[in-house]
């Protein structure tokens, strides 16, 4: 091995931070899951169960359902300098799972992963799991993450899950469909 780099020299081992942990909120909902997965599905949705926390959305291609459908979009976290993301729908196994690829950040150097998964639950219920991790390249992006960036995602997510829920059982707390209109 050779000599150590500026950047092993002045972090060293003391600030090896680890790769994010992925987190998992979920809601059950009073639908069959081919209703639950046909509205996920669909990019367009989206925005409707997450603009409290992610605005600004511009769907990225006409087709707004199945694979290589996709969205950009801000997250409005506080201390968040450079909120836009995106992500496209690259897997989809109906009724099941739908897989979601993203990036973020600055110069969208964060990797973003978000899985729907959706089992039965008893009598016409959908039990819906939604997982997200990110994968952070740069140790600022770390720690931002580790220091309040998962846990207010996670929050926020968690609030998504019960506006989802809401939306599809009672048709309550619908926020915005995305659109391809000039803004």
Known sequence: MGAPTIRERRFGQALNIAAVEPFTVSTTIARPREQVYEYLA??????????????????????????????????????????????????????????????????NRIRMLGVYTLSPGPGQTTKVQYTYETEPDQLSDKLMENFGGRSWTRRKAARAMRRLRAILEDGRERGERASHEAE
């Open 42 to 107: 669909d990019v367009a949705n989206h925005s409707e169960f997450t603009d409290h926390y992610l605005v600004d959305w511009h769907l990225t291609r006409v087709n707004t359902v199945g694979t290589g459908a996709g969205a950009r979009f801000r997250a409005k976290a506080p201390l968040n300098r450079f909120a836009w993301a995106d992500f496209v729908i690259s897997e989809m196994q109906a009724p099941y799972r739908i897989v979601e690829h993203g990036r973020g950040g600055k110069y």
